[in-house]
């Protein structure tokens, strides 16, 4: 359990290093949100302005629970499913990589995670399937992926060693 909850600790750490790139992109694109009303999808009023995390929790929410979730939850269910995301990956990651963690495994991590999005996501009719997007966006996306999981290996790694005795 330890190393689940370490694991998740690294992912939430990877989470806020991939968003802080993501959101220093986002302004350099002209954006004018803060850092905490970005993150939090402060703007985001309805399932037409949400971002795809929030459009798969309404996914499973609708097909998996028969819950049809207002537009007033487009903002929170993004941000449940992106964290929650980010979590689960950093504990997975704890799980796959307990033996090896560090940099290189972390790396594998960010690509396999964007790989798995690139797979999931065009069969749930999310995202369009990777070969119909051009190759800056999909270096964009790997790059923040690649950091998410880089941050996750190296923050796994320092709290496996301070556990070891």
């Not at 004018?32 to 798969?56: C, I, K, M, Q, V």
């Not at 090896?100 to 369009?128: D, E, F, H």
């Amino acid at each position: 359990m330890a190393t689940l909850v370490r694991g998740a600790v690294a992912g939430a750490v990877g989470t806020i290093g991939m968003d802080l790139l993501l959101h220093t992109r986002y302004r350099r694109g002209g954006g004018t949100d803060g850092f905490a009303d970005w993150e939090l999808s402060a703007g985001t009023e309805d399932w037409e302005h949400a971002a795809t995390p929030g459009l798969l929790g309404r996914k499973v929410a609708g097909d998996v629970l028969h819950v049809d979730l207002p537009d007033s939850a487009a903002a929170l269910t993004t941000n449940v499913v992106h964290w929650a995301t980010g979590l689960q990956w950093g504990a997975a990651y704890a799980v796959a990589a307990a033996g090896k963690p560090g940099i290189r495994s972390g790396a594998m991590l960010g690509v396999v995670a964007c790989s798995t999005s690139y797979v999931v996501l065009p069969l749930l009719g999310l995202y369009k399937p990777p070969w119909e997007y051009d190759a800056k966006a999909l270096a964009q996306d790997y790059s923040a992926h690649l950091l998410f999981g880089v941050i996750t290996g190296a923050t796994f790694w320092v709290l496996t060693r301070r556990a070891t005795p």
